[in-house]
C-alpha cells in the first residue's frame, strides 16, 4: 500500500536509546513467512488479528447472504480461502513495486503486511523521478491486473449455472482490487497517489527535498482530511457511522504519520549523505583498557550502563570487544584473577564504522541490523560513539537553526 524508505524507520521517529529488549519485543511482533524474489515477506501480529476478523466477518454477512442453506463450516471454510486470496492480492501489489524497485537498482529490505495493508521497505530513494512513477504505478497496475483476472474468472464460473453463486466470489474479489487500486492511486503521500504526485513535483523543480516537502504537506493534509471525515461520518449517524467513521481516524491518522515521517526521512538521508560520522558522533565514548580484570570491568562498567558490550582498548588502539554474553558464560570465580584482554573478541562489522564514511552508511547500520550504538574507528583507534539518540539531536538541532 505504502512504501517507507526505511526499514525501521518508526525507530528513528519513537525509540528511546539502548533499548535492545524493546526491539527484540517489538521483533516478536513480526513473523516471516517466506520469500519472493529474493526479498523477505513478513506478517504483522495486526494483519492475523485483521485476518481473524475479516474472517468472521465474511463468513456470517457476504457468505451468509450468497449462500444462505451451505453448512455453516463450509462457509467460514470459504470466508477463510476470500481471506487469504486478499492477502494474495495486496502481497502481489507489493510484489510489483518491488519488482520494479529492484529492475531500478533499488535495494529492498522487505515487504510487511500489516492492519491496514502492505508497506514495501526500501533502503534508498529513487534515483530519479522516473524511477519514482514507474515504482509508484506498479502497484496499482498489478491490482488492476488482478482484478481483471478476477473478473474473467467471475464472468466465466457465471457461464456454469450448476455453480450457484461461486462467480460472486471472484466478483468480490475483483471489486477489493479495483479499490486497492483506486485507493492507493488518492494523491496522500506516502500512497502510491501521492508518489505520483511527488515524483510530478521532482521532475518540474528538479528538486527532491522541495518535491517531499510539498507531496507530505499534501499528505499531512489528506490524513487529516480523512480524520475529519471520519469524525463527520461518526457524529452523523453513530448507530451506523461509528465503526466506518472510526476506520476513517485511523486510517487518516496513520497515513498523516506516515506522510510526515517520510519527509523526515528524505530530509535525514539528503543530510547524511554530506556529512561525515566524526560530525555526529559523541566524543565520549566509554571503553575498557584490555589491562583490568573481568571483574573490574563487571563493576566499573557493565553494571553502571547495562550496554551488550564495551570496546576494549589497549592505549587507545582498538583491540574487540567485550561482551556481557562472554562474562556470563565466564566461571565467577574467575572474574577477579582473568583480565579483559583474555576475553576480548574482534569487533563485527555491523558494530562499528570510520568515522571519515559518510552519516548515511552509518544511519542505515543503526537501523537495518538491531544495533543501537556504533563504534566510531580512525587509522585503528577508537575515537567515538554513535547512537540513534545522537542521529535525532542532530536532526533536531539542524531544524531549531533551519541550517
Ligand atoms: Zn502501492
Given at each position: 500500500m505504502i512504501r517507507l524508505?526505511?526499514?525501521?524507520?518508526?525507530r528513528l521517529a519513537t525509540s528511546t536509546p539502548n533499548t535492545t529488549r524493546e526491539d527484540q519485543t517489538r521483533m516478536r511482533r513480526n513473523w516471516t513467512i517466506g520469500r519472493l524474489l529474493g526479498i523477505p515477506i513478513d506478517i504483522d501480529l495486526s494483519w492475523i488479528a485483521m485476518a481473524v476478523l475479516l474472517t468472521a466477518a465474511l463468513a456470517t454477512g457476504f457468505m451468509e447472504r450468497l449462500f444462505p442453506l451451505l453448512d455453516t463450516r463450509w462457509k467460514w471454510s470459504m470466508a477463510a480461502v476470500l481471506c487469504v486470496l486478499l492477502f494474495i492480492s495486496i502481497l502481489l501489489h507489493e510484489v510489483a513495486h518491488c519488482w520494479v524497485a529492484q529492475k531500478e537498482q533499488m535495494q529492498v529490505d522487505g515487504i510487511s503486511l500489516f492492519v491496514f495493508g502492505g508497506v514495501a521497505k526500501l533502503s534508498s530513494e529513487p534515483r530519479s523521478p522516473v524511477s519514482e512513477m514507474k515504482m509508484a504505478v506498479a502497484g496499482p497496475l498489478m491490482s488492476l491486473g488482478v482484478a481483471g483476472v478476477a473478473a474473467a474468472l467471475s464472468w466465466s464460473l457465471g457461464l456454469f449455472t450448476f455453480l450457484g453463486e461461486a462467480d460472486e466470489i471472484f466478483r468480490y474479489l475483483a471489486r477489493l482490487n479495483f479499490f486497492l487500486a483506486a485507493f492507493n492511486l488518492l494523491?496522500?503521500?506516502?500512497l502510491d497517489g501521492g508518489r505520483i504526485f511527488r515524483a510530478l513535483l521532482w521532475w518540474s523543480t528538479n528538486d527532491l527535498l522541495t518535491a517531499t516537502r510539498i507531496a507530505s504537506s499534501a499528505g499531512q493534509a489528506f490524513g487529516l482530511g480523512l480524520v475529519a471525515l471520519g469524525c463527520y461520518l461518526a457524529v452523523r449517524s453513530p448507530a451506523t457511522g461509528l465503526v466506518q467513521g472510526f476506520w476513517f481516524v485511523l486510517i487518516g491518522w496513520f497515513l498523516g504519520g506516515a506522510a510526515r515521517l517520510s519527509m523526515e526521512q528524505t530530509v535525514a538521508y539528503k543530510l547524511f549523505a554530506r556529512v561525515p560520522v566524526c560530525d555526529i558522533m559523541n566524543r565520549a565514548v566509554e571503553v575498557i583498557p584490555s589491562t583490568v580484570s573481568v571483574q573490574e570491568a563487571v563493576d566499573g562498567y557493565f553494571l553502571r550502563r547495562p550496554r551488550p558490550f564495551f570496546p576494549v582498548v589497549d592505549g587507545s588502539e582498538l583491540k574487540g570487544m567485550i561482551t556481557l554474553h562472554r562474562v556470563r558464560k565466564l566461571p565467577r570465580e574467575k572474574w577477579c584473577e582473568m583480565c579483559v584482554s583474555e576475553a576480548v573478541e574482534s569487533l563485527p562489522n555491523r558494530e562499528w564504522v570510520a568515522a571519515d564514511e559518510n552519516g548515511l552508511v552509518a544511519l542505515k547500520q543503526l537501523m537495518g541490523n538491531g544495533t543501537t550504538r556504533l563504534v566510531v574507528v580512525r587509522d585503528g583507534e577508537v575515537v567515538g560513539s554513535l547512537e540513534r539518540a545522537d542521529i535525532r539531536n542532530y536532526v533536531h538541532v539542524r531544524n531549531i537553526l533551519k541550517v
Open positions: 524508505l526505511l526499514s525501521a524507520a518508526e494523491p496522500g503521500f506516502p
